[in-house]
């Protein structure tokens, strides 16, 4: 395969130019104009043989808009497709704070989650740094405006794509990257327990979301098979780990299943759990009303339902929130995102 460029550290860009024969300051003007998000075609400040060059010898695998669909709420979700003909799906959302971009990391998925559409069809690949960066500017390109906030919530498990993953937010923060800060940056994990643990020690301040969907070991190994791996006890203490060493409160996301997870009582004994295992560890839940996917069969609860289990973590000082549902009549909403061209 040729060499990705778009994947390369300023300083591995600027080695390779050298190595094709080319000056060292022009590693810069490359780095820089690539992370603009712009086609390299459209660059003007570099000779067109040199441009020549690397059009013939290196790849710059771009992903690109294949389908798109706008939601009532201006939610987007694209429907990308990468240069292998793969496919992999990115949501585009508007948010107070700023435009956020909801992030792919694999083509499909193998944790197989039981409520969730990426891993219906397994994993087909992993995704490279560039083209997890790709679906941002893309779809920046498209909007004509800039995003600030990403989330790598998309298809696909993270920590099973951990180098390529790293290599993306060290990229997405550098300095004549997009220069993102890691505050706004979120990553989400079913809870890949050695993922977290070396994520940990990356020096890289993100905002940790941990899957977590049950109280206890039975419903959340029935529902997710990463727990006969890792058990809920080890997960919450990777999660003090990652709060001890990177001072960033953990956010849970727990979908509330109708007749699973639901009950008062399993709220009472999530309360108790996050009590138990994250004493002097800020915290948050993140409530969500289980997407239906239609293989799945799982259903959501009543309103009042998810209020209430709402209401008795707040209770027991466990800060909770109902999450807002965006792009849902698009099928862009969590857990919805699939590898196939449908
Ligand atoms: N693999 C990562 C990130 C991908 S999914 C992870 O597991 O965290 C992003 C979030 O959507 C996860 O919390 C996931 O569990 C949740 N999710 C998946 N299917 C869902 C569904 N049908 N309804 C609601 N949330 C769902």
Redesign the pocket.
């Known amino acids: 395969m040729r060499p990705d460029v778009l994947s390369m550290y300023k300083d591995e860009l600027t080695e390779y130019v050298v190595s094709i024969g080319e000056e060292r300051y022009r590693g810069r003007q490359l780095y820089k104009w690539l992370h603009s998000g712009y086609p390299l075609d459209l660059m003007s400040n570099i000779p067109k043989k040199m441009k020549e060059k690397l059009v013939q010898r290196a790849l710059i695998p771009t992903v690109a808009i294949e389908r798109k669909q706008v939601s009532s709420d201006g939610t987007v979700k694209y429907l990308f497709r990468c240069y292998d003909g793969e496919y992999i799906e990115s949501v585009f959302m508007r948010h107070d704070y700023g435009n956020t971009v909801c992030v792919s990391s694999q083509v499909g998925?193998r944790?197989g989650?039981k409520?969730?559409?990426?891993t219906i069809d397994g994993r087909r690949r992993n995704l490279a740094a560039s083209e997890m960066l790709s679906q941002i500017y893309e779809a920046q390109n498209d909007i004509g405006e800039k995003v600030s906030n990403v989330v790598?919530?998309?298809?696909?498990?993270?920590f099973d794509n951990y180098d390529n993953v790293v290599r993306f937010i060290r990229l997405l923060n550098s300095e004549d990257g997009m220069n993102l800060s890691c505050r706004r940056i979120s990553l989400?994990?079913?809870g890949l327990v050695p993922g977290i643990q070396r994520f940990a020690g990356e020096g890289l301040p993100v905002t940790l979301?941990?899957?977590l969907?049950a109280p206890t070991d039975e419903q959340r190994s029935a529902i997710m098979p990463v727990n006969k791996t890792y058990c809920i006890a080890e997960l919450l203490a990777a999660c003090r780990e990652y709060y001890e060493k990177t001072g960033r409160r953990i956010s849970f996301?727990y979908?509330l299943i109708d007749g699973q997870n639901n009950s008062e009582q399993d709220a009472q004994t999530l309360a108790d759990l996050l009590k138990k295992g994250l004493s002097d560890t800020v915290i948050h839940v993140n409530l969500?009303p289980?997407?239906?996917?239609a293989e799945?069969g799982?259903k959501r609860g009543s309103k009042v339902k998810t209020e209430h289990f709402a209401a008795v973590l707040e209770r027991n000082g466990v800060n909770a929130t109902v999450r807002k549902r965006m792009g849902a009549d698009i099928d862009a909403?969590?857990?919805?995102l699939r590898a196939r061209k449908i």
Request: aromatic residues 6%; proline residues 3%; glycine residues 8%.
């Open positions: 998925c944790m989650c409520f969730c559409a990426s790598i919530m998309g298809m696909g498990e993270p989400s994990t079913c979301s941990v899957s969907h996301e979908a969500i289980v997407n239906e996917v799945r799982f909403a969590c857990g919805q």
